[in-house]
């Protein structure tokens, strides 16, 4: 017996240094992408990419960009089913800006951002500056409401000055003494 108890203890310890098993609770970000990639010989769908690298925060969302023209490998549009391969350039339009990303690892399912970040070179522009303009118009609470005063101030700050009077009417003419069509009075 107590032989084939070594042979269980043999078993667990290649099984814990070849990195295939426990990828999930290991440290080392080369082995949980690895078993987060595809079998040898298989290739990923490029919204399932874009997902698992954390372009996009979820699966649909890619496909959704993909069929709406905002992801581009290698120059072409595509399909969210298209295959990605070590190499490609993939192009994403979201969120406003634009990321330009050379795949180095093909992986199909999530993992953590630092284990993503490695999975592809980021070729992006610089996203563009935040506006450090200070907010117009922000008003301390339990201020209470605006006086006349206040208010002309905080819409000519904000650039919605209505003109030098403030009333836009024309003329109380067209609110005249009661119903329509009623000329003679009766």
Known sequence: MASDDADVDKDDEQDSTDGTSGARGSADPVSAARAAGPSSGESVRVDSWIWSVRLVKTRSMGATACRGGHVRVNGERVKPAYAVRVGDEVRLRHDGRE???VV??????RVGAPIAAECYVDNSPPPPPREAVAPAGIRDR????????????LER??????????????SGSSRSSGREGDADGS
């Open 142 to 153: 339990g201020a209470g409401r605006p006086t006349k005063r206040d208010r002309r101030e």
């Open 157 to 170: 700050l904000r650039g919605l000055a209505l003109g030098s009077s403030g009333f836009s009417g024309s």
């Open 104 to 109: 180095k690892r093909v992986i199909r399912k």
């Open 99 to 101: 990321r330009v990303v």
